[in-house]
């Protein structure tokens, strides 16, 4: 089967407007740069995304919020980018902020079909206001609800036409547990190979996860913040 796609810019015309995103990579590392880039250029809007964090100001999903197409964003922290610090203290943006390791636990739920898991995290904070909670061998528990969405954007080191991914050190971060939890995956890969070309016991995601491939190209795979000795 072959899943390959001709370019970001046609991985962007499936994506409607209001749809929701799982965005790959921690901080800029292994972020799908080509599908974000590609999605802000179609000026798709009200998005709700799914990431970590938000990129920096003019790069990753910072592009996204700066030109006000993202509705909403779920991440773990605000980061590095002043405009959606601004937005989010301006009440212009919706923010669902959630403790990292519970964050990357809900996705798992989502990919894996778990209707919800209890966590100690959070519990006695804002975190918890709303939800349901538990005493557990007399230790308090918070329920959290797994998440999904209608696409995950995914940035990998080697796929082939199958989709099965490779990724590279710790640029693999959040990539491979959102593959799992979209009704529909697209995977950016800098390098496409043909199937069998890469070993099955290297296969980090499995093509059954992916939906579409495509070949990525002129990646600027930027610092976040650089710090260097005098």
């Not at 799982?22 to 880039?37: D, S, T, W």
């Not at 230790?139 to 990998?156: G, I, N, S, T």
Request: hydrophobic fraction near 40%.
């Amino acid at each position: 089967m072959n899943k390959v796609l001709a370019s970001a810019a046609a991985a962007a015309a499936l994506v409607p407007d209001g749809a929701t995103i799982m965005m790959g990579g921690f901080g800029l590392c292994g972020i799908p740069e080509q599908l974000i880039a590609a999605l802000h250029a179609r000026g798709s809007r009200d998005l709700t995304v799914i990431s970590n964090n938000a990129g920096v100001d003019d790069f990753g999903i910072g592009v996204l919020l700066r030109a006000r197409q993202v509705r909403k964003m779920i991440s773990t922290y605000v980061g590095e980018n002043k405009e959606f610090e601004r937005q989010f203290l301006a009440g212009e943006l919706e923010v669902e902020l959630v403790p990292q390791g519970t964050f990357a636990e809900r996705i798992r739920a989502g990919g894996a079909g778990i209707g919800g898991f209890f966590t100690p995290t959070g519990c006695g904070t804002l975190v918890a206001e709303g939800k349901e909670t538990r005493t557990i061998d007399g230790k308090p528990y918070v329920l959290e609800k797994p998440l999904r969405a209608d696409f995950a954007f995914v940035k990998a080191w080697r796929g082939d036409r199958a989709g099965n991914l490779v990724y590279r050190k710790t640029a693999r971060n959040f990539n491979p547990v959102m593959a799992t939890a979209a009704a529909v995956t697209i995977a950016e890969v800098e390098q496409l190979v043909e199937p069998g070309a890469i070993d099955p016991d290297h296969i980090v995601t499995p093509g059954i996860f992916v939906t579409h491939i495509l070949q990525g190209g002129k990646y600027e795979k930027r610092i976040e913040k650089r710090t260097t000795r005098p």
